[in-house]
């Protein structure tokens, strides 16, 4: 769910992409390096000016006609702390943080207290909760608060404050952060699970929301939970989570266990061994589970585009295909991050080929008439089924391989530094040949068009290549790799 609207987001591109560099950005640069009209920008512009003025007092955006835009600060603070006080100004953030932190708030106080009027107020909150059905949650006015599957609701809030602070700051005024840490830091040494920096924080954030739900009796004993967590994993949680459970009235113990279970089952069944891979495996298969099904489904077409690719039922990856799809169903995509985006382009462009594929399975499995509740997006799969694939299979090499007839007055070293630097500043599937040009040549490489009659197929570049050069070496060779897959 995306919280800041179309204005504000692109404001924060802006404001990202004017931190890159200390220096001036024509406004043309900024247009056409987001992708808006440069009259937008300007506009932009005008608004950040104003909100740094009000916000951030020694920090000021130039803007000149003939010159362009410069984000002056001082080095001591950071562009993410700029960025996550815009956040924490908008009107989103500002009515969810009312409804975690003063859940007994009215519209009416909450609107006059902010010197909105009755109208503006709203209609923001109509956009608000626009977004919030999408994944099954309202918000209500009198009192404020998001209702709907608790799980869901924890979410929300976990998302909220998460994608806004990223662990840089402890959000939660009521809460001990050092509490929490003493209670995670005993489960993890008495379950010997061994947790990143990140992964740490994040279920610090989780649990510190259960908390102030328990404190503000917001709690809603509704936690739909899909009927796929092996016996194994609930009991690992049983046995393990009783340092983070030790808070929970007995008549929510069973429920928060659930909650657990989904909060941290990725980490269990991401470390387990292969003889636990292989019972957990054994019983989603017995008992035919959704993500079972989905995963299935996917090597079976999976198995039709690449047939030399065997997978054993006891395979590691039927596991982490079960529990991608477990998380897929079981949270609303307010779990999955903002920049997951960002990264599944970076697979898709790393290896077209098999997103292209994938872009044919996954419409197929979570196709609407098979299954009617699928709380991620597509994006979420598309990513995820991706990163399991590159990292089990190198699926590089399933890519057209490129001929190309590299072809200079340099000597045989040269020639061989060259071929090296090709590979490796190039990170394509090439076959470079440097004694003759091959019958079916994609590109032939050369200082000069004297070497071919081929001048379609000839690429010129200087000695030693520019960057430029490289540049345009990667630009075309990318091109006749995708006409390759496409035609």
């Known amino acids: 769910m995306q919280l800041l ?18 220096k ?3 406004i043309s640069e900024i247009a056409t390096t987001l992708n808006y009209s440069t009259s937008i920008i300007y506009n932009a512009l005008e608004d950040i000016k104003l909100y740094l003025a009000e916000n951030a007092p020694n920090t000021q955006l130039v803007v000149k006609k003939a010159t362009g835009a410069f984000l002056d600060k001082p080095d001591s603070i950071s562009l993410d702390a700029i960025i996550e006080k815009y956040k924490t100004t908008s009107m989103a953030y500002i009515i969810l943080d ?14 006059e207290q902010h010197l909105l009027t009755k109208s503006t107020f709203y209609l923001r909150l109509k956009y608000l909760e626009t977004n919030l059905h999408t994944v099954n949650l309202d918000i209500e006015t009198n009192p404020m608060r998001i209702t ?29 952060r050092e509490v929490l840490v003493y209670q995670l830091e005993e489960f993890l ?13 994040q279920l610090l954030y989780r649990l510190a929301v259960r908390y102030m739900r328990h404190a503000q009796k917001c709690y809603v004993s509704d936690m739909p939970l899909q009927n796929c967590v092996p016996p194994e994993v609930v009991a690992f949680i049983k046995k393990h989570g009783a340092t983070l459970m030790n808070s929970v009235p007995e008549q929510y113990r069973e429920l928060e266990e ?51 690719i065997v997978i054993e039922e006891d395979d590691h990856l039927w596991l982490d295909l079960i529990n991608v799809n477990f998380y897929g169903l079981s ?3 307010l779990y999955i991050y903002h920049d997951l985006r960002k990264q599944a382009d970076y697979f898709r462009v790393e290896n077209p080929a098999l997103w292209a594929n994938l872009e044919v399975i996954v419409p197929k499995l979570f196709n609407p008439k098979n299954l009617k509740q699928i709380a991620a997006p597509d994006i979420y799969f ?7 694939i590159v990292e089990r299979f190198a699926m590089k090499k399933y890519e057209p391989r490129l001929q190309i007839a590299l072809v200079t007055s340099q000597d045989n070293a040269i020639l061989n530094k060259l071929k090296s630097q090709i590979l490796r500043k190039l990170e394509l599937n090439i076959e470079i040949n440097i004694k003759s040009i091959p019958k079916n040549v994609d590109l032939i490489v050369t200082e000069t068009t004297t070497v071919t009659t081929k001048l379609d197929l000839a690429f010129v570049w200087n000695f030693p290549p520019t960057q430029n050069d490289w540049v345009r070496l990667e630009e075309r060779l990318n091109g006749i790799r995708d006409r390759k897959l496409e035609g």
């Not at 609207?5 to 200390?22: A, C, N, Q, V």
């Not at 009312?98 to 609107?111: C, E, G, I, K, M």
């Not at 040494?189 to 924080?201: G, L, W």
């Open 5 to 22: 609207d179309e204005k504000e987001l692109r404001e924060i591109d802006i404001i990202r992409l004017l931190g890159k560099e200390r």
């Open 24 to 26: 001036y950005w024509q």
């Open 382 to 388: 598309y990513y995820k089924y991706m990163v399991l």
């Open 258 to 308: 659930k909650y657990l279970t989904v909060s941290i089952s990725n980490l269990v069944y991401a470390k387990t061994s292969s003889l636990a891979a292989t019972k957990l495996i054994t019983w989603h298969r017995e008992e035919q589970t959704q993500p079972y099904k989905i995963a299935a489904a996917f090597l079976e077409e999976f198995a039709l585009k690449y047939p030399d």
């Open 148 to 176: 709907g599957p608790e799980i869901w609701v924890r979410e929300c809030y976990y998302n909220l404050y998460w994608l806004t602070y990223r662990g840089r700051t402890w959000p939660f005024r009521s809460i001990s």
């Open 331 to 333: 949270l609303p995509h």
């Open 98 to 111: 009312s409804t975690f932190n003063y859940p007994h708030l009215r519209a009416r106080q909450f609107y």
């Open 189 to 201: 040494r008495n379950s010997q699970i061994s947790m990143n920096t990140v992964e740490k924080e």
